[in-house]
């Protein structure tokens, strides 16, 4: 397993844009596809984004879709995910997750698929 350590998050108005940060340790970063998902209070776990092993594909959810962007550094064990045109129903704690990935190409919207988990940064967005 990886650790990983989230951080980026805060309050921001509605409209504005955060960028996420996610730092893995470990020498073999590049072999993990990473993903993004989010739980706002009294619900459940939601996919936000995915990104694979290379960096080439991503997925995302369809409440997000043009608005976020998930990327990775694999020089420096980081994944990010940029916000911008934030909403209120944006606020949640923003968890990243790893899987260790055998496709090169992959990209995983299920949360148990996902084996290291980060503790999670809050991210509030008032109206």
């Known amino acids: 397993q990886v650790q990983l350590v989230e951080s980026g998050g805060g309050l921001v108005q509605a409209g504005g844009s955060l960028r996420l940060s996610c730092a893995a340790s470990g020498r073999t970063f590049s072999s993990y596809a990473m993903g993004w998902f989010r739980q706002a209070p009294g619900r459940e776990r939601e996919f936000v984004a995915a990104?694979?092993?290379?960096?080439?594909?991503?997925y995302y959810a369809d409440t997000v879709k043009g608005r976020f962007t998930i990327s990775r550094d694999n020089a420096k064990n980081t994944v990010y995910l940029q916000m911008n045109s934030l909403k209120p129903e944006d606020t949640a704690d923003y968890f990243c997750?790893?899987?260790?990935?055998?496709?090169?190409?992959?990209?995983?919207?299920?949360?148990?698929?996902?084996?290291?988990w980060g503790q999670g940064t809050q991210v509030t967005v008032s109206s």
């Open positions: 997750a790893a899987k260790p990935a055998a496709l090169y190409y992959g990209v995983y919207f299920n949360a148990p698929s996902y084996d290291s």
């Open positions: 990104i694979s092993r290379s960096g080439d594909r991503t």
